[in-house]
Nanobody, 114 residues
Framework: QVQLVESGGGLVQPGGSLRLSCAAS????????MGWYRQAPGKQRELVAH???????TYADSVKGRFTISRDNAKNTVYLQMNRLQPEDTAVYYC????????WGQGTQVTVFS
């Protein structure tokens, strides 16, 4: 069983930045594929970015060049640095851990308002 706890969400103006963190329990964090997903009101949950155990990354086209995912295996933590935020980035952001099965965090709200 893996527990994920997100933090770092909040309110920000367009063009601003936020850094999300996701702390994972367990001793095998390093083998998981870790990801960030988001769900806006009335929309389906979508992949934002993920990072493999080897450090390879994948990004949604809408966030390429603005968001950066990283992981610190010593701290069992994955991060999402979000720069140049736009109103369309407003959503609940969920941390995901995948190894055969999926584990989800409770989500953290990101609101970009002008």
């Amino acid at each position: 069983q893996v527990q994920l706890v997100e933090s770092g969400g909040g309110l920000v103006q367009p063009g601003g930045s936020l850094r999300l963190s996701c702390a994972a329990s367990g001793s095998i964090f390093s083998v998981f594929v870790m990801g960030w997903y988001r769900q806006a009101p009335g929309k389906q949950r979508e992949l934002v970015a993920h990072i493999t155990s080897g450090g390879s990354t994948t990004y949604a086209d809408s966030v390429k060049g603005r968001f950066t995912i990283s992981r610190d295996n010593a701290k069992n933590t994955v991060y999402l640095q979000m720069n140049r935020l736009q109103p369309e980035d407003t959503a609940v952001y969920y941390c995901n851990a995948h190894l055969i099965v999926n584990y989800w965090g409770q989500g953290t709200q990101v609101t970009v308002f002008s």
